[in-house]
């Protein structure tokens, strides 16, 4: 069975500040992607970014940058120079083996129980 | 926005009652999933429709069921309502391309239809 494990339940940063949301994932498949969406109050889940989980490289997308270490099951997303409306809940998720059933499990997810991101002026 | 609309945005019902919630899928998408999330919690994966059928059920009882119809659009229907249903449910869409080794599109969410059962 799959599981997201998001430790921080909330989060209170100061505008500007660097912010690092932790998310530890557990998967018995080989292949699987890995996901981070934004959900402001409004409901809706805003989708950030995703990585497959055979790149390891690291990359930075604007105010956003994202630290996957397969080794130790682990895919941390950074937010650099905090703004007030990052202020959201934050949720990990995890796909199950796209290769294994091709059409569609690549978009069944698997989400941790979110962070609360606060970022105050 | 995503393009993924859902209806209605909110809804009470009594305990024992039917709801049936609907969502559009974004344009091209051949696949929706659904999922559940109670108050404070993460969204659980209820199941996924594609190409009509259903595709990948998650850890839920046979009251929630759900349809898609030919122009991807879906349905979810819970008979029986409980308390515990009391949930914001998410409706997601994505394109799935049916070959392997073939990407897809990441999963668009809807506003989703926050349901109060008293």
């Known amino acids: 069975a799959q599981k997201v494990t998001q430790a921080q339940t909330e989060i209170s940063v100061v505008e500007k500040e660097d912010v690092t949301l932790d998310c530890v994932y557990e998967t018995r498949d080989t292949t699987y992607y890995l996901f981070w969406y934004k959900q402001p109050p409004s409901g809706e889940l805003v989708f950030l970014i995703r990585r497959n989980s055979f790149d390891e490289q690291n990359e930075i997308s604007g105010r956003y940058s994202w630290n996957f270490q397969k080794s130790t099951s682990s895919f941390n997303f950074t937010i650099t120079a905090s703004q007030v409306v990052d202020s959201a809940v934050y949720f990990c998720a995890l796909s199950e083996d796209p290769w294994r059933a091709p059409e569609t499990s690549g978009s069944r997810l698997t989400f941790g129980e979110g962070t609360q991101l606060t970022v105050n002026p | 926005e995503t393009g993924v609309t859902q209806s209605p945005t909110h809804l009470i019902k009594t305990r024992g009652q039917q709801v049936t919630l609907r969502c559009s899928s974004q344009s091209g998408h051949n696949t929706v999933s659904w999922y559940q999330q109670a108050l404070g919690q993460g969204p659980q994966f209820i199941f996924q429709?594609?190409?009509?059928?259903?595709?990948g059920r998650g850890n839920f009882p046979p009251r929630f069921s759900g349809l898609q119809f030919p122009n991807y659009s879906s349905e979810l229907n819970v008979n029986a309502l409980e308390l515990d249903d009391s949930a914001l449910y998410l409706c997601a869409s994505s394109l799935a391309s049916g070959i392997r080794f073939v990407g897809y599109t990441e999963a668009f969410f809807g506003q989703g239809t926050r349901l109060t059962v008293v």
């Open positions: 429709y594609y190409r009509e059928e259903e595709n």
